[in-house]
């Protein structure tokens, strides 16, 4: 018997019945015979898997799961209740495989980790508004053909997708014409004739504080949702719907800053900035940072010519969606834009031509938001206050990816806030050399907030997408015990040894650092050395990074260095 229907079955909430045989067929050619039913979730391809979710789900879908197999490939499940199966005038099943496509080669093209034999595929649960039902799409496709979607096997409810659409009454074009580029409208850059400028507000910049609703509604073009000058700011109050944009209607230069406070009053958080928008009535080709994953999450990307939002990046950020004011920010210039959170740089975009001439405003999804304060510098990327300062010790995005864990930046630092699990680790991007030298140190400052203190240091990482053949210290016994060891091949824990040391769950910032010198290291704990000429267990990779278990740390400061520290410890 295949084994197709007990692993598909963990993924798909709503199982077309009628097609279920179609889909055990179809799919059995690459799961039938397989030993695995379990994913292997230490495999680097599931923890790529993980991920991808949450840009997954900001990218219009409304639940995700997905899982590696091995000797199988890459599953990932989601389902759409509204966004390109409700796309007035075209089949609910034509705007899901375009966007389909999109979601194979933009996110399966990330699973690197899975062997290039194996298969990806993406299975979508939709909703048809016309016909009041669920269908079901599936995509396959060889690993290292994901690029190339006239290749992909396409199904829908449990039959080749073609034969199903003819019987739905539509079918999609070819994945030729999917791909292909739309032409892109003509943009007149002729001034438009602006509106008159609110108070404080002129050629140079200003601040746009939505006192006056008469002013609000010449200065603003609502795109979509139902905006309102309200309390004293600018409120967008519909629930339920994506990219609800309202546009500025005076045009801004190539080099330019905006700034708005976005304050969550009901619904998901989604609130976020839309800029470089070729014209004042339609989002297409725009870019755009905002709020996601109910607050938790920010992104930014741009806009397709169909207007479909194509993820560019993001970083998990602390709740947005907690009834603060929130200061959102860009900085764009011709080479590229930077994006702010509360004043701290959280992430840079550096293949970006921003237009000579272009349009901004304000986005919310899925949320009530109230935008108030307004400011835009023409002509300079540097917010009102001065410049905005990077994240604390070189905690941004471009810096930093998670293993496992949820991860968030601060004003403060980089904290992990999961409290049920061991091992969460986030690797700095960079190796401290393309192999280990024979002498470096790595250092981080760490503070405890709450649960069973785990803190620590990885170092020595082989491969920042998994935790194997690396070396590692961490507090344990909820901070009384220092201990050292490594993860073998498998990604098990190894023990070497430890020390007893003053309790590091008291609130207090304290220090941890590692010097390695050729095949030992040595081991610090706020200046005072706790160990030396410990072994090194593994082949001695170049990366370093962070690791919690069972509790939320605060990290606020990293240091990596090639120089060993003064007064460290030496084998």
């Known amino acids: ?25 179809a799919l059995s050619l690459w799961w039938a015979g397989s030993w695995a039913i379990a994913p292997m979730v230490s495999h680097p391809a599931h923890v790529q898997i993980q991920q991808i979710l949450i840009p997954l789900v900001a990218s219009e879908a409304e639940h995700v799961m997905g899982a590696y197999y091995p000797g199988i490939g890459a599953m990932v499940s989601m389902d759409v209740l509204r966004g390109p199966n409700a796309v007035p005038g075209q089949p609910a099943h034509v705007g899901t495989r375009g966007w389909a496509v999109y979601l194979m080669q933009t996110f399966g093209g990330q699973l690197t980790a899975v062997p290039p034999t194996e298969k990806i595929a993406f299975s979508i649960d939709f909703y048809d508004y016309d016909t009041a039902v669920y269908h079901q799409l599936v995509l396959i496709a060889q690993a290292d053909q994901i690029q190339d979607a006239t290749r992909y096997e396409y ?68 795109l979509a949702g139902t905006w309102q000058a309200a309390d004293g700011g ?6 339920g719907r994506y990219d609800l944009i309202s546009l500025l209607r005076q045009p801004l230069p190539e080099t330019y800053d905006i700034q708005v406070s976005a304050q969550w009053l009901a619904g998901q958080m989604g609130a976020g900035l839309i800029f470089d928008a070729p014209d004042l009535d339609t989002r297409n080709n725009a870019a755009m940072i905002s709020y996601t994953g109910e607050g938790s999450y920010l992104q ?18 602390a709740n947005g969606g907690d009834g603060q004011p929130h200061l959102i920010g860009v900085g764009v210039t011709p080479t590229g834009y930077t994006v702010r959170l509360d004043g701290v740089v959280l992430g840079e975009v550096t293949d970006f031509s921003p237009l000579a001439q272009s349009y901004a405003g304000l986005l919310a999804s899925t949320s009530s938001v109230r935008f108030d304060d307004l400011t835009i510098t023409l002509g300079e990327t540097s917010p009102p206050g001065g410049a905005a300062p990077s994240a604390p010790m070189g905690f941004d995005s471009t810096r930093w990816a998670p293993l496992v864990g949820q991860w968030r930046f601060t004003e403060t630092g980089y904290e992990q806030t999961q409290l049920d699990a061991y091992d969460l680790i986030a690797f700095y ?10 002498s470096y140190t790595v250092g981080a400052d760490l503070q405890w907030i709450e649960g069973e203190m785990g803190g620590g240091l990885v170092f020595a990482g082989a491969d920042p997408l998994s935790r194997a053949n690396t070396q590692m210290i961490s507090f344990a016994d909820n901070g009384d015990y220092l201990q050292w060891g490594y993860y073998d091949g498998d990604g098990a824990f190894q023990f070497q040894g430890g020390a007893t040391v003053a309790g590091a769950a008291d609130g207090q910032v304290h220090s941890l650092a590692v010097q390695v010198n050729g095949d030992s290291f040595g081991v610090r704990y706020d200046g005072r050395s706790v160990g030396e000429q410990i072994p090194l267990a593994v082949p001695g990779g170049g990366y370093a990074g962070l690791l919690t278990s069972t509790s939320h740390v605060r990290f606020t400061g990293f240091q990596l260095t090639t120089d060993p520290a003064p007064g460290a410890p030496t084998p």
């Open 1 to 25: 018997m295949s084994k197709l229907p007990q692993i598909f079955s963990t993924f798909s909430r709503r199982m077309v019945v009628a097609g279920l045989l179609g889909v055990v067929l």
């Open 155 to 222: 199904w829908l409810d449990g039959q080749p997708y073609d034969q199903r659409a003819a019987e739905l009454g539509g079918l999609a074009p070819g994945p030729e014409a999917v791909l292909a580029p739309a032409p892109v409208p003509a943009t007149s850059l002729a001034p438009t004739a602006a509106a008159p400028p609110q108070a404080g507000f002129s050629q140079t910049g200003g601040t746009i504080d939505f006192e006056d609703p008469a002013q609000v509604e010449g200065l603003w073009q609502p």
């Open 234 to 239: 600018y409120v967008q109050t519909e629930l």
């Open 300 to 317: 930014w990307g741009r806009y397709d010519t169909g207007g479909v939002f194509q993820f560019q990046g993001g970083v998990t950020v």
């Open 429 to 438: 991007q960079t190796p401290v050399a393309d192999t280990a030298p024979i």
